[in-house]
């Protein structure tokens, strides 16, 4: 059989055709299984560890809230709950507030602490609405005293 000689006219490198069936990394683990299979266990230990982190423990129990904590519990029954879970993670709406003080970090990624998370009380903050006009001083103090509990 003779040699193919190909002309290179500058539209395509020379050489045979070759017919493309994936992407190459795709067939590259397929060929080398326990390479993958590490690759894999690996990325899942990396998110796992990254979003853990040490775990919370759990909210003050109802029975221990002191009258301030109470009355807070109060106006986040009535005017947070239908947006943020208290007592577990995960998004309803709005973000969890599980630990929220507990935590080095608001939702927004601001430094947790009151002077961070009063202007949001009272303001809001993208879809959520500012109660600014619906809390009086010590609703707001009742509200971010629970707000410590979780």
Same mark, same amino acid.
Do not use: W
């Given at each position: 059989?003779?040699?193919?000689?190909?002309?290179?006219?500058?539209?395509?490198?020379?050489?045979?055709?070759?017919? %493309? !069936? +994936?992407?190459?990394?795709?067939?590259?683990?397929?060929?080398?299984?326990?390479?993958?299979? *590490?690759?894999?266990?690996?990325?899942?230990?990396?998110?796992?560890l990254s979003g853990c982190g040490p775990s919370l423990g759990p909210s003050k129990p109802a029975s221990q809230l002191t009258p301030q904590e109470q009355s807070g519990h109060a106006i986040y029954e009535r005017d947070c709950?239908?947006?943020?879970?208290?007592? %577990? !993670? +995960?998004?309803?709406?709005?973000?969890?507030?599980?630990?929220?003080?507990?935590?080095?970090? *608001?939702?927004?990624?601001?430094?947790?602490?009151?002077?961070?998370?009063?202007?949001?009380?009272?303001?809001?903050?993208?879809?959520?609405?500012?109660?600014?006009?619906?809390?009086?001083?010590?609703?707001?103090?009742?509200?971010?005293?629970?707000?410590?509990?979780?």
């Amino acid at each position: 059989m003779a040699a193919q000689s190909f002309v290179y006219s500058g539209e395509r490198k020379p050489g045979p055709r070759r017919h %493309h !069936t +994936g992407s190459a990394p795709l067939r590259d683990m397929i060929r080398r299984p326990a390479l993958s299979l *590490l690759l894999l266990v690996s990325a899942a230990g990396i998110a796992l560890l990254s979003g853990c982190g040490p775990s919370l423990g759990p909210s003050k129990p109802a029975s221990q809230l002191t009258p301030q904590e109470q009355s807070g519990h109060a106006i986040y029954e009535r005017d947070c709950a239908g947006c943020h879970y208290a007592n %577990h !993670t +995960g998004d309803l709406h709005g973000p969890s507030l599980f630990g929220v003080f507990r935590k080095k970090y *608001l939702p927004s990624g601001a430094p947790a602490n009151d002077q961070r998370a009063i202007p949001v009380i009272l303001r809001g903050r993208n879809m959520m609405p500012g109660f600014g006009n619906q809390l009086d001083d010590q609703q707001l103090q009742d509200l971010l005293a629970y707000l410590h509990t979780l």
